[in-house]
């Protein structure tokens, strides 16, 4: 009983940020003006990370001249994008916890939104998109292996690996494998995650201390040597909810300066302390540095930050591409490998021009794709089940 209580006090101990959570989330969940732009802004330039990362997919085509990472077209300018953006994936971790904490934290602890609402609005947001490039990458893999005796650089590619794909599972049974549309691998473990805060959301309420217990239970899975990809994602989730919670509370506008202020220091003395370590350039430490820089990155960029409203109309339309891009800019790069195999032609890789390129193409093609049928689908599914509210 001694242990009991203190625990439940720990677990409980914000119920007062859950109740107010209650109060203001039905309110941000129904309205679409009250728009987080800094947190647009971070998504997009993860998305953007994520994908001069794998620009060097280029370099795996048929005739490809040898990758050398500094001949990267504007390596000089860009090189935290070309060499760390695979780290654009736990920010988005970070930034999905923040929202889930700010959006649904209430509402779900309060029953207002049910299990069946939730999980099919995170069903009709993912799964659409997911499905059809799926497919579409499944279908297109035979004509580059036709081509090149092999297929393009997701080589994993085998029937029990495309049923775990189907139901967004490839990443919970038998550890990472990059396959089919490989970027889909951080959508698989984040969709664990969903149901895990639905459900001990729906049990505990949110609180500090739930979200300490929770990151601290992940990362010591993850030092016992349990290598889920899920655990990782939990730990990155949590830890950007933690930070949301402050934003649950009323607060008058020195209380506010007072937190942007706090958690400004707090990030400059981890990159500070990371700096002197040697940790921020190497690669094996990052994902560290991005559990503790991660969060007060997050919580800096999701406060009201009203010079960004002249700009609310072009911030919220590039945050609308991060999921679409995520998911079309591996399509896109095999149909240019299957065409390169067939033709024989060298791509200009380290041309500036190749590169404008193929962003430009990516981002239009996400927005025709989210303007035509990401978005129209969504809708439609949510009006058939969840109905219109």
């Known amino acids: ?49 994520v994908l001069f990362w794998h620009y060097n997919h280029f370099y795996d085509m048929v005739g490809s001249r040898p ?94 690996i495309f049923a775990k794909q189907l139901f967004l599972a490839s990443d919970w049974i038998g550890g990472r494998q990059y396959s089919f549309n490989g970027p889909i691998w951080s959508i698989s473990a984040e969709i664990a995650v969903y149901f895990l805060f639905f459900l001990i959301v729906r049990r505990f309420a949110l609180s500090l201390g739930l979200c300490v217990t929770i990151v601290g239970a992940a990362l010591a899975a993850e030092l016992a040597g349990i290598q889920l990809t899920s655990v990782w994602c939990l730990s990155y989730f949590f830890a950007g909810a933690m930070v949301a919670l402050p934003m649950l509370k009323p607060a008058d506008k020195e209380l506010r300066k007072r937190r942007i202020v706090l958690a400004a220091l707090t990030l400059f003395v981890i990159l500070a302390v990371s700096a002197w370590l040697g940790a921020l350039g190497d690669r094996a430490k990052m994902p560290m540095l991005m559990l503790l820089a991660g969060p007060p990155i997050v919580f800096l960029a999701g406060q009201d930050w009203s010079v960004l409203d002249r700009w609310q109309r072009p911030l919220a339309s590039v945050g609308n591409l991060t999921y679409s891009s995520y998911l079309v800019h591996f399509p896109l790069q095999l149909i240019l490998a299957i065409a390169v195999a067939a033709s024989g032609i060298t791509l200009p890789v380290t041309s500036t021009w190749f590169l404008l390129v193929y962003l430009g193409v990516v981002l239009g093609v996400s927005a025709l794709v989210y303007q035509k049928f990401e978005r129209p689908v969504q809708d439609r599914l949510r009006k058939l089940t969840v109905g219109k509210r």
């Not at 242990?3 to 119920?15: F, K, N, S, T, Y």
């Not at 003006?33 to 990370?49: P, V």
């Not at 497919?135 to 393009?152: C, E, N």
């Open 1 to 49: 009983m001694s242990v009991e209580r203190p625990l439940q006090r720990w677990i409980h101990g914000a119920r007062p940020i859950a109740d107010a959570a209650a109060r203001q989330c039905p309110t941000q969940v129904a309205s679409s003006d009250n728009k987080l732009l800094g947190l647009e802004l971070l998504r997009f330039l993860a998305a953007m990370a």
């Open 67 to 160: 990758f050398v990472a500094s001949a990267q077209p504007w390596h000089a300018w860009f090189w935290p994008f070309y060499d760390f953006g695979l780290f654009g994936v736990q920010l988005f971790w970070c930034i999905s916890g923040f929202i889930f904490a700010w959006k649904y934290s209430g509402p779900v602890a309060s029953g207002t939104v049910s299990g069946r609402q939730f999980f099919w609005l995170r069903f009709s947001r993912l799964y659409p998109l997911h499905l059809v490039t799926l497919l579409f990458v499944t279908a297109l893999q035979p004509w580059h292996r036709a081509f090149a005796g092999h297929d393009f650089h997701f080589e994993a590619n085998d029937p029990w």
